[in-house]
Each structure stands twice: as C-alpha cells, then as structure tokens.
C-alpha cells in the first residue's frame, strides 16, 4: 500500500526557516516524480516544486525560486522541503505527492499526503 507522511509543519515568524519532509513508501517505479504543493485557505492548490528520485533533476515555482529547496535520499525514500526567508504569504498546508511526471497541475499525481501546516506570522 502506498503511503505518503509528512511531517515539519508548524508556527513559525516572519523570516525564518522550516524543514518538511515527506516519507514515501509503497511506491511503483513508474511514479519516478514527487511533488511540494501547498493550498491556502480560500485558493487553489499550488505547486511548489518537484524532484525526480531517479536523475534528481529539480523543478521550483516562481514564487518560491531562491527561498525554497527540495531534495530527495533515495536510500531512506524521503522527500524535503527546505523553506527559508518564510512570509506569511507562504502560509497554507503543504502537501507531497507522487506520480508519473512533474507538473504542476496536481491532478497529474496519483497519490497524496495528509498535508502540514505552515503558518507564518509577521
């Protein structure tokens, strides 16, 4: 059975950093992609960025180039997201996903986390 975990998720201020991570098992080789989102109260659900466990090539939104970075380690099947320079603006539940090819159209992934909230005050 597949199953995505994310963990991390919390209070933090205005300018500081969080680390999630995403525990992934269960996988099938061909969702080879993993996917960030994060969905604001109020808004739809927004791709963050992605990562491929086989080549480890990255892929980032606009809105979070150079204040977000996602990594993978094959060897413990996991997943992070390394947020610094936070603003409330970033405030949402953030969700990892997995499926065939990074997009960031959420309904190309098969399956999903719980999600973890961030919440960023000022």
């Known amino acids: 059975q597949v199953q995505l975990v994310e963990s991390g998720g919390g209070l933090v201020q205005a300018g500081g950093s969080l680390r999630l991570s995403c525990a992934a098992s269960?996988?099938?080789?061909?969702?080879?992609?993993m996917g960030w989102f994060r969905q604001a109260p109020g808004k739809e659900r927004e791709f963050v960025a992605g990562?491929?466990?086989?080549?480890?090539?990255?892929y980032n939104s606009d809105s979070v180039k150079g204040r977000f970075t996602i990594s993978r380690d094959n060897a413990k099947n996991t997943v992070d997201l390394q947020m610094s320079r936070l603003e409330p603006e970033d405030t949402a539940v953030y969700y990892c996903?997995?499926?065939?090819?990074?997009?960031?159209?959420?309904?190309?992934?098969?399956?999903w986390g719980q999600g973890t909230q961030v919440t960023v005050s000022s």
């Open positions: 990562i491929y466990w086989s080549g480890g090539t990255t």
């Open positions: 996903a997995a499926g065939p090819l990074v997009y960031k159209n959420p309904s190309l992934y098969d399956y």
């Open positions: 269960g996988l099938p080789f061909s969702r080879d992609a």
